[in-house]
């Protein structure tokens, strides 16, 4: 019933720019949260960026000033913008909702950073 749909996922030069998009779509009552996370071949699962139903957003030490979330909430949906790419941050990027009882996972969108 609730489904997480990814996009805006591609290559890219470093330096370049993408933005990821996760639409939220089914029976949740309510966002609280919505992040991304993100992972690279080899490593472990970490978090991007959240953003809270107060507007309020954290970022990982790696993308801070780089990266922005941002919420439509009359949408259910959540951005990622993502400037100043570096080859560091080529991954897999996850999109989650924490609802009023369960979290919710998107399927994934492949980030690559490459000259």
């Known amino acids: 019933q609730v489904q997480l749909v990814e996009s805006g996922g591609g290559l890219v030069q470093p330096g370049g720019s993408l933005r990821l998009s996760c639409a939220a779509s089914g029976s949740i009552f309510r966002i609280n949260a919505m992040g991304w996370y993100r992972q690279a071949p080899g490593k472990e699962r970490e978090l991007v960026a959240t953003?809270?139903?107060?507007?309020?957003?954290n970022y990982a030490d790696s993308v801070k000033g780089r990266f922005t979330i941002s919420r439509d909430n009359a949408k259910n949906t959540a951005y990622l913008q993502m400037n100043s790419l570096k080859p560091e941050d080529t991954a897999v990027y996850y999109c989650?909702?924490?609802?009023?009882?369960?979290?919710?996972w998107g399927q994934g969108t492949q980030v690559t950073v490459s000259s």
């Open positions: 953003i809270i139903s107060g507007g309020s957003t």
């Open positions: 989650n909702v924490m609802g009023a009882f369960l979290t919710y």
